[in-house]
């Protein structure tokens, strides 16, 4: 019925767990004393052999929590240190981009990659910001220059028939030169066609449909 007493018996010496009449688990070790044909038996109750490992055991499993609870908060505190300027860099795009807020550059006092990113990001943005300077300008000056012109001067997006003939002519800009000879006010024309402006459309979209398609002007 118990094997670990029946090898006991025959001469075993060592020791191993059982279950005892009252149902507990027992921690057996046994030495047989061949001078009389005994064997010496010592029995203890497993939850107190085992009650030092048990409580090692619970030890060891409270203190390793406490430490992964501090190691993951100091890397969480690591994480949000190194990611932080991101976070800070995505704010202020995303508050210049939703609003009529101007570009500026990007602070940044690190020294690692992702201040090297920002740093490239800012050396992008000044390059954008000259552009953009320039491209004022050179609207200014076209604008001063058209504005000024002692000509008429018209705008046109050529329209094509089916066989890719110019046919007519939407306006997208008009002086204020050309206001002034034809009467025509540039607001009231820019975006309709020739052909809904003049009856005699063909008088204007003939010699134009002739220089867009030649590419030769006409005086």
């Known amino acids: 019925a118990v094997p670990l007493i029946d090898s006991f018996v025959v001469g075993y010496d060592g020791s191993g767990v059982l279950i ?3 149902g507990e688990e027992e921690l057996v070790a046994a030495k047989g004393v061949t001078a009389a044909g005994w064997y010496v038996v010592s029995v203890v109750l497993a939850k107190d052999a085992f009650a ?3 409580a090692v055991q619970r030890r060891v499993l409270i203190e390793t929590s406490l430490v992964g609870v501090m190691l993951a908060g100091l890397l969480w505190w690591l994480l949000w240190a190194q990611l ?3 976070s800070d860099t995505t704010r202020l795009l995303a508050e210049m981009s939703d609003s009529e807020q101007p570009l500026c550059l990007l602070p940044s006092a690190r020294k690692d990659e992702i201040g090297s990113l920002i740093g490239s990001f800012n050396r992008l943005m000044e390059v954008i910001q000259k552009r953009g300077s320039d491209l004022r300008e050179s609207e200014s000056r076209y604008r001063m220059l058209f504005e000024g012109m002692s000509d008429a001067f018209v705008l046109h997006a050529v329209e094509t028939d089916a066989a890719g003939k110019p046919c007519n002519f939407v306006w997208l800009s008009a002086n204020p030169m050309f206001d002034r000879l034809t009467g025509l ?3 009231d024309i820019i975006g309709r066609r020739v052909s809904d402006i003049f009856s005699d459309h063909l008088a ?7 220089v867009a398609e030649s590419g030769v002007p006409e005086t």
């Open 204 to 210: 204007w979209t003939g010699p134009m449909s002739r």
């Open 84 to 86: 932080k300027p991101l």
């Open 185 to 187: 006010v540039g607001d």
């Open 20 to 22: 005892n009449a009252q």
């Open 52 to 54: 030092p490992v048990r």
